[in-house]
């Protein structure tokens, strides 16, 4: 009884498995990916990403420094 549990079960997952997997693929896109045409650069949001970071760091390391100071 236990092995047949298992058989089942294993055999079940196999044939789902191979079920989801050999599904087909979806058609490919003819137009822009990207709506409206003229696609938006990662550059300006990177940009300030890189740039509030540096500030945020800079800033971590003023109050570590001045604690430091502080303290001695």
Do not use: H, Q
């Not at 079920?19 to 409206?36: D, K, M, Q």
């Not at 938006?40 to 940009?47: E, N």
């Amino acid at each position: 009884m236990k092995n047949t549990r298992y058989f089942l079960t294993v055999a079940i997952l196999v044939f789902v498995n191979e079920f989801l997997i050999s599904a087909p693929a979806p058609p490919p896109s003819v137009g822009p990916t990207c709506w409206p045409p003229p696609c938006v650069p990662i550059d300006g949001g990177l940009s300030f990403l890189i740039v509030a970071g540096a500030a945020y760091g800079a800033r971590k390391i003023y109050k570590s420094a001045k604690k430091a100071n502080t303290l001695s």
